[in-house]
């Protein structure tokens, strides 16, 4: 099977010569995956985030949201470790007990009002931190936008997750399930200017992603491209 991907994504890339973007070889693929995971979103995804956004009180969204923060809070907590960022943290320790304890188990953000606020810190900005390029860019079924180092971070952020520890299995992939419709349902109204806006919306979500995660890795402090871990000449 990985045999064969690597001979599709090969094929992609080669027979695809209007594809000139250094920072996409695998375009042909990535299109081609970006409008299966675009018909899959329209057809069911995107119609159940609707859903969950008519019925669920916006106090509940918020809540189911905090939760799930909370949680991805303790995963920053082993990266910003692995960073050497130890006041970040520190301050990410005490925002999880916090929010643990006064916040009925991260259901209310009661640390940000108190000076903690959150550092999103994944396993994909560690391996940027310490000089990974990002490598090609990558469209991942159902997962979306992501490049090369971000999926290898995705394993380990899996491997780390809190939620993967729980039992039995069916409470666990409940919990994946209910985490991601959350995540869907707090990015309809951005979906929207997407389909309003962008005249490409492969590109523009591209772009998008490769700026964000450029900014994440740098804590939104990035370096001229060509002096950056990210520029052009980096991407393998």
Partial sequence: MAVMLSVMLAGCAATNPAYDDPRDPLEGYNRFMYDVNDKLDRAIIKPL??????VVPTPV???ISNFFNNLDDISSIL???LQLKLERAVSDVGRV???T???LLGLVDVASNYGYPRHNEDFG???G???VGPGPYFVLPILGPNDIRDTLGLAVDWYTDPVRQVDPSEWRWGLVALRGLDQRADLLSASKVLEEAALDPYEFTRDAYLQKRRNDVYDNKPPPEEEGLDGPPYYY
């Fill in 129 to 131: 931190h310490w000089g």
């Fill in 125 to 127: 900005q560690t391996l």
């Fill in 61 to 63: 969204d918020a809540g």
């Fill in 79 to 81: 990266n910003n470790l």
């Fill in 97 to 99: 007990m916090i929010n």
């Fill in 49 to 54: 985030a609707r859903g969950y956004k008519a």
């Fill in 101 to 103: 304890t006064a916040g």
